[in-house]
Every structure is written in structure tokens, then in C-alpha cells.
């Protein structure tokens, strides 16, 4: 087992609105060692995006981390100024967003983004540059990368434009990729394909990634590890057999349980009843304990993690057993 | 077997790109600038019983969503026939009060509830207008519909943004049933929903479904949740069907090589990790289909014949009814 080479310890981001203090990320420890896929799944409102925005250092008013740390390489990123954050984000941590539209600028070429990014971070001449970005291209599995090259992003579809954002993002040799919800807008057989050419890069490059998503069953093909969000916190967290295989916590086991291709078609659903919480009114204690079929009082207490094994850790007072 | 509620016989749609009319004139004049026809349907023929739901599946593009709108008589079509209960019609402008027997449950309820209104309004208002409801009663009514669709009484004096996504689409629900319809078209209704929300609606869908009895046409991406949902599948490629049986059948022993790749594709709970190379290949732009069969350049058995002859659909099997050109496709696929 390698050593991590990042690590976020405690992690408290909290928005400061007129409506009152929402807490939309509690206490979020986990770690990432190269060439690891680490999953984090969980609904919207769950803070896992925020998480993400968080690492980039993009929390923006009235949000602000309030306790934590985020730490690459042995260098932490929290108390980092602006220019400094701005040396690390796309040269040593990239992040890919859902919609390659709005990530991609529509009035430039593929080829003058693609310099741009090299030339915030490095000199060095177009010639060089150039074999780098179609090699870039190549790697992420686009056909004809010469002629994309020069393509402004509307002359792509969606699956294309993506892996040119993915293909930027690899450009300088990240240490660590955040994606978030990347392949949710892409048909089922392109998101395949997308998915086969990440898993290849992170396996070769031995980078590590953070995939965000609600979708269970995209991790479980790609993730070795994955963490369950709710309401904020962590739930659980685990390797993906320890997961999908043996989830102990009672909120994974619902999720889990509600996709729709792990039940008998045509019953019903085992669904979850209620909604999730608001983060503005949250207790002390567990936040899924007023949906949870096995709270008992003690759930209003602040729930201490429990570590079931080497690699899996679980927030609950009531856990399935094995 | 129940009876016909709804066919489709040879129903096509066209779109002419860029066709403005300043273009259409020059056009007129200028004979070799031929503009772009994009056929968004291509022939399109099926049938749907009473009670029963069938499901129409296909990547983006494939023209699903033009296909809805035509069923729903919100779109004239290009050619072919529709039927409802054995009467053929084009819009439903003409007679209004059997627009409300087909209604649609749409992919985002926020941009399809008017904002401006409560719910009690939106739930009611058809209904009341085409008096199948006193207005005097009105309010009772739309309490009952709310109350089907799982929805506290009091959210008749709220709006739609103060409702979450899933209590939204809800309402669109509601406001499908308030005016008693025999057919409902959902078009992506649970594509923007979380999971656990998404259940909530698809158990509430299928509630409906055994109460009323009432015929659907589903349509999704979404294999999971048609696999789930629908007693019939279609599956769609660039406009046509390629590939139409029971859900069971489909999913046990898909014959279609588009097919087969989109269940391929289908992301699944499982531990095992994929490890072959996924089909290559993106959708062609449905501007300029391939000749032949649409799904050739990207299929693993496509034979010289393929690119040049359109595969029409067969019956492979009672009610199993597929469009490839390769007679020994099924074994073919099995040697994959």
C-alpha cells in the first residue's frame, strides 16, 4: 500500500446567508494514494460538490472554510493566498465540471484553449505545445485529433467536447483530477467510453481522481473507493466491494436499494420515505435519523465513527450487521 | 388481450434546417441549394393496448422526444396516421375535449408549471374549464387529485418554486390526471431526479398505473428504469425503430446489435470491474444519416449490404420484432 499523497482532514465549509448559518460540508476526513479512483456519491443537497469546490479552493462569499485541512503533497492548500491557489489549481489539481459548454469558451478554438492553459502555468514554444495537445487529445480517445484541434467547441457533441475538457485537464500532469458529475449528461454509451479512457489514464499516469456523482452504479464500475454523503456529512466510506457488497450503513443500503435495476421489475421500489433535511436546521446528532427505520433517541447525539476495517469507517449508532 | 387505445402507422416528422423564410425564397429560385431536411421520426409504427405501458428508449437525437409530442397531438406530423381508439387524428385542435384524453408528464416540471400560478390553479384550471368539474367543487377536487399524488392538501396555495424537485414533478402529475386522461406520455419524468426521489416517483406512477388502469408511453435513456416501468420496449435509432418486443424478451435476448450495445453500455451495480474496450463510435448527426441501415458504421457485424439496403422491421418472434439486415443475427452476436 502506498502512502496518500493527499488528504483532507476535517473539513468544515459553511455558508454564511441571511437565512441563517448552512452547514453544507461537517467534518469530512478521507484520503487519496496515486492511481486511485475514489468515489464520492450522494444526493443533491448532500455537500459533495461543495466538497469538491472546496479542495479547488473556490468557496466563494458568503462561504468560507471554517476548520479544516486540505493537504497535497505535504503542502497545505487552506491557508494558501489567492495568487498562490492559483499556481496549484490546473497545473497540480484540475477539475472537470458537468457541463463541457460552460467549461469550454464557445468563441475560441480548441487549439488557443488548450495553449492557454500551458501558457498560465509554463513557457515553452507552440511547436512543443502542440505535440503535447494532441497527444493529449489522443490519450483521451478523440478520432482525428488534428482536425478537433482547430474545431471551435459548437462543431463537437457533447461526448467530444468532454474529453477535450478531460484532455486539458490532463494536459499539465495533474497530481489530482476532481470531476463532478462529468458523464450525467452523456448517453449511456459514450459515458462507457469516457469512462474506459479515464480508468486507463489514471491507471498509466497513476494520478488520483475524485469522481462526484449521485450515480451508484457509474462508481462501482470505476471507483476503488467510495465515500457516501448525506445532508452534508459522511455516512460511510469504504473500497467499493465494502460498499456496494456489504454496505452497513442504513442510509447506503437504501440508496442501494432504490435503483431501480436491483429490484424485481415491475414491484414497487423500495423507496426512502420523507425528504432530505433542511441544512439550515440541522442537530447535533445523525441527519438521517428522521428517515432511518432504526433510530432510536440516542441518533440526536453527535454519532462518533466507527471503524469496521482497515479501509472501511461508518457514522451510525445502528449499523446492519455483516 | 385488452383493446387498441393508441396507434401509430408509418408516422414520420421532418424538420428543415435553417428554412427561414427569406431562405425558403432564394431556395425557390436558386434550385440547387437544397435545404436541410432532418427527419426526426422515419417511419415509425406501433400499437399500445389498454393498461399497458410501453416504453420508447434511445440515446439523444434519436428522435423520442419528436415522437411524444407527436403522439400527445401537440405536433402535426410529416406523414402516417395516428389512431386513438380506432379514430385517426392530426391535432386535436379541432375537437378540444379529446385533447384531454392524451396527456404528458414532461422531463422538468419548473419550466412546464407556470409560475405565476398556485398549484390549486394550475391542477384545476383544465378540468374547470372544460367543465368536467363545477367550480363550486373545485377545490375539493384538486385536494383528491393532490392527495393521489401524494401531496399535503395545503400545497394548493403554494407555487411551484417553493416545492422540491420531486414534489414538482407531483404536481405535473397532478395536473396530467385532473382532467382524466385514458393515455399518459412521460417524456424523461424522472431523468432530473435523484435516486431516491426517482423511486419515490416511479412507485408513484406505478400506483397509478394498477388504480386507473390508465395506458402510458415512457419515455427515457434510462434502461434501469424502463426495464423497471414498461411491459413493451422500443428501442430507437436516428428516427427509427430498430428493435421492439416484451421487456422481458429484450433484456434476456436482445437480437438487434444496437441493442446489445446499449445494454452493454448500461452502467450496473455489480463488483465486477468492466474491462474490455467499450463500442466506438458516436451517433452520426441525424443531418446526414448513413445510407442503409443508420446503425452500420458503428456495428460489429455489418456486412457491404448494410450500407446500401434499409432493414425494415421483422418479426423474429410473436411479438419480438426487429430491423437488421443480418438473417443470422442472433448467432452472429453470440460468437461476439
Known amino acids: 500500500m502506498t502512502e496518500p499523497f493527499f488528504q483532507v482532514d476535517g473539513l468544515n465549509t459553511w455558508f454564511f446567508t441571511r437565512q441563517g448559518m448552512v452547514k453544507s460540508v461537517r467534518d469530512i476526513s478521507f484520503d487519496l494514494t496515486r492511481g486511485e479512483v475514489l468515489g464520492i ?18 468557496i466563494d462569499e458568503p462561504g468560507r472554510i471554517v476548520s479544516g485541512s486540505i493537504t ?56 512543443k505545445m502542440h505535440d503535447r495537445c494532441i497527444e493529449a487529445l489522443k490519450a483521451v480517445g478523440i478520432p482525428s485529433p488534428e482536425e478537433r484541434f482547430n474545431a471551435y467547441p459548437h462543431e463537437m457533441s457533447g461526448g467530444m467536447r468532454q474529453r477535450v475538457v478531460i484532455a486539458i485537464a490532463l494536459l499539465l500532469g495533474p497530481d489530482l483530477i476532481i470531476a463532478d458529475e462529468p458523464t450525467t449528461a452523456l448517453d449511456v454509451t459514450i459515458q462507457a467510453q469516457i469512462i474506459y ?75 426512502i420515505p420523507g425528504n432530505m433535511p433542511s441544512l439550515l436546521a440541522l442537530g447535533k446528532g445523525c441527519p438521517f435519523a428522521s428517515r432511518c427505520e432504526r433510530a432510536t433517541e440516542i441518533c440526536g447525539e453527535p454519532v462518533p465513527a466507527t471503524q469496521l476495517s482497515g479501509t472501511h469507517r461508518i457514522w451510525c449508532y445502528h449499523p446492519f450487521e455483516d | 388481450m385488452n383493446e387498441m387505445i393508441f396507434e401509430a402507422k408509418g408516422l414520420s416528422r421532418s424538420f428543415t434546417v435553417g428554412g427561414s423564410p427569406i431562405r425558403e425564397f432564394a431556395n425557390h429560385f436558386l434550385r440547387d441549394r437544397q435545404p436541410t431536411v432532418l427527419r426526426a421520426v422515419d417511419n415509425v409504427s406501433l400499437t399500445l393496448r389498454e393498461g399497458e405501458t410501453l416504453g420508447v428508449v434511445g440515446e439523444s437525437g434519436c428522435g423520442k422526444s419528436t415522437l411524444a409530442r407527436m403522439i400527445a397531438g401537440i405536433l402535426p406530423a410529416s406523414s402516417g396516421e395516428r389512431c386513438f381508439r380506432g379514430e385517426a387524428y392530426d391535432s386535436f385542435l379541432a375537437r378540444k375535449r379529446d385533447a384531454l384524453k392524451i396527456q404528458m408528464v414532461f422531463q422538468d416540471p419548473l419550466s412546464s408549471l407556470n409560475p405565476r400560478l398556485r398549484v390549486g390553479e394550475i391542477v384545476g384550471e383544465a378540468a374547470v374549464l372544460h367543465r368536467l368539474v363545477p367550480r363550486s367543487k373545485a377545490k375539493d377536487y384538486v385536494v383528491d387529485i393532490l392527495a393521489r399524488v401524494g401531496l399535503p392538501a395545503d400545497s394548493i396555495n403554494r407555487y411551484p418554486h417553493q416545492f422540491s424537485g420531486g414534489q414538482r414533478q407531483r404536481v405535473g402529475i397532478a395536473r396530467a390526471l385532473a382532467v382524466k386522461p385514458h393515455m399518459l406520455i412521460c417524456d424523461e419524468a424522472v431523468a ?103 446503425f452500420h458504421p458503428r456495428c460489429q457485424i455489418a456486412t457491404e449490404h448494410c450500407s446500401r439496403v434499409r432493414p425494415e422491421l421483422r418479426q423474429i418472434a410473436p411479438g419480438h420484432v426487429h430491423a437488421c439486415l443480418n438473417i443470422e443475427c442472433r448467432s452472429a452476436l453470440g460468437e461476439m
Request: proline content about 5%; some cysteine; aromatic content about 4%.
Open chain 1, 72 to 127: 497535497l503533497n505535504g503542502e497545505e492548500l487552506t491557508t494558501l493566498d489567492f495568487e498562490e491557489m492559483r499556481r496549484y489549481r490546473g497545473r497540480r489539481i484540475a477539475m472537470i465540471f458537468q457541463n463541457p459548454l460552460m467549461t469550454l469558451n464557445p468563441l475560441m478554438r480548441v487549439r488557443d484553449q488548450m495553449y492557454e492553459a500551458i501558457g498560465a502555468h509554463e513557457d515553452g514554444s507552440r511547436r
Open chain 2, 192 to 294: 432530473a431526479l435523484d435516486v431516491s426521489v426517482q423511486a419515490q416517483i416511479i412507485n408513484l406512477l406505478m400506483d397509478i398505473k394498477r388504480d386507473s388502469g390508465l395506458a402510458m408511453i415512457f419515455i427515457s435513456h434510462d434502461l434501469g428504469v424502463i426495464r423497471h416501468l414498461c411491459d413493451r420496449v422500443a428501442v430507437m435509432y436516428l428516427g427509427r425503430i430498430v428493435e421492439l418486443a416484451e421487456t422481458k424478451q429484450l433484456f434476456a435476448s436482445p437480437t438487434h446489435p444496437y441493442t446489445r450495445m446499449l445494454l452493454d453500455g448500461m452502467p450496473k451495480i455489480s463488483l465486477q470491474r468492466r474491462r474490455f474496450m467499450p463500442i466506438q463510435g458516436e451517433i452520426p448527426s441525424p443531418l446526414h444519416p448513413p445510407l442503409g441501415c443508420h
Open chain 1, 197 to 271: 479512457q479515464i480508468r486507463r489514464q489514471i491507471d498509466e499516469r497513476g494520478l488520483g481522481m475524485i469522481w462526484i456523482t449521485h450515480d451508484l452504479s457509474t462508481l462501482s464500475e470505476l471507483a476503488d473507493r467510495i465515500m457516501v454523503m448525506y445532508a452534508g456529512a459522511m455516512m460511510e466510506i469504504g473500497t467499493t466491494q465494502e460498499i456496494i457488497g456489504s454496505a452497513r450503513h442504513p442510509y447506503t443500503r437504501k440508496l442501494l436499494d432504490s435503483v431501480p435495476s436491483r429490484n424485481t421489475p415491475g414491484e414497487k421500489l423500495k423507496q
Open chain 1, 41 to 58: 456519491v450522494g444526493e443533491s443537497g448532500s455537500g459533495k460538490s461543495v466538497t469538491g469546490m472546496s479542495i479547488m479552493g473556490q
